[in-house]
């Protein structure tokens, strides 16, 4: 109960992010037909593999065109949410309600297309969502299974077995020194350092299940890849970086990654953030 909500409370706050944050790779080889209207949702069987670097036909699908904004709820919401997870964005439930978790997958979706990420649907976005770009490969000659970081986009991809399996919008490293002071070990004592997400190439080590407690506060199902840096969910994943160095996620991927991202699997984080 008590975790149900706490995730409930994750995507208010990933909710709220937006009016505090707003204005701060598709991949899907994805065979479908015309809609025939905005409340059929074209789609291919959950789960469908989808090749890295293909590319969805053009014209392949039509959107509502529809314009939306964080609490529009019908048939409009649910196609974006069908059509996000198609493409391997994970909306959370397709329920025709635009939440949070929805929030942050049109953010990376957006991100990846190079639209500026709003919580508003507009006719870009509509347009980008018939005929979307694959992400970029960051790693070329990678391991079929793999993790990248794009810290320039604040875009995680994952890639299982050489396809696409998740695009996920991600708040890495601020890069603002900082100095806290903690109860640690049963001790108050000062912790420092410079909040960056370094680059480089690295693998999955250790994790935990559920919330973890580091000296700098709360961890949602933590994958650390580099040190004491993880992968992990956390109720607050706003359009900058903001995290001590760790790549904040959704706290619904953040609930699925676990089960897709084993140990020893390559994470390769390229790139800077512009602010």
Not at 28 to 51: F, I
Not at 65 to 77: I, N, R, T
Not at 138 to 148: F, I, W, Y
Request: hydrophobic residues 40%; aromatic residues 8%; contains cysteine.
């Amino acid at each position: 109960m008590w975790a149900r909500r706490q995730l409930g409370l994750a995507a208010l706050m990933t909710a709220g992010t937006v009016i505090l944050s707003a204005g701060g790779p598709a991949a899907a080889a994805v065979d479908v037909r015309p809609v025939a209207g905005a409340t059929q949702v074209a789609s291919v069987k959950a789960g469908t593999p989808v090749k890295a670097g293909a590319a969805v036909m053009a014209g392949a699908v039509t959107a509502p065109d529809k314009p939306l904004k964080l609490g529009s709820k019908g048939s409009a919401v649910k196609w974006l949410q069908q059509r996000l997870k198609d493409l391997r964005y994970l909306p959370g439930r397709v329920d025709g309600r635009y939440g949070g978790s929805t929030l942050a997958a049109v953010w990376a979706f957006q991100k990846v297309n190079g639209i500026k990420p709003s919580s508003t649907v507009g006719k870009r976005t509509w347009a980008a969502l018939e005929s979307p770009k694959s992400p970029k490969i960051l790693v070329p000659g990678g391991k079929p299974t793999r993790a990248e970081v794009n810290l320039a986009k604040q875009v995680m991809v994952l890639y299982v077995d050489g396809q696409v399996k998740l695009i996920t919008h991600i708040s890495s490293g601020s890069g603002v020194p900082y100095c806290e002071t903690a109860v640690w070990q049963g001790k108050s004592q000062r912790f420092c350092g410079s909040a960056t997400t370094p680059t480089g190439d690295f693998k999955t080590t250790w994790r935990a299940s559920g919330w973890h407690r580091s000296y700098l506060g709360q961890l949602y199902n933590p994958i650390f890849f580099n040190g004491g840096i993880a992968f992990h969910g956390a109720l607050s994943v706003p359009l900058y970086p903001a995290s001590h160095g760790c790549v904040r996620l959704p706290m619904n991927v953040a609930g699925v990654l676990p089960g897709l991202l084993g140990k020893g699997v390559p994470v390769h984080v390229r790139g800077r953030f512009q602010r």
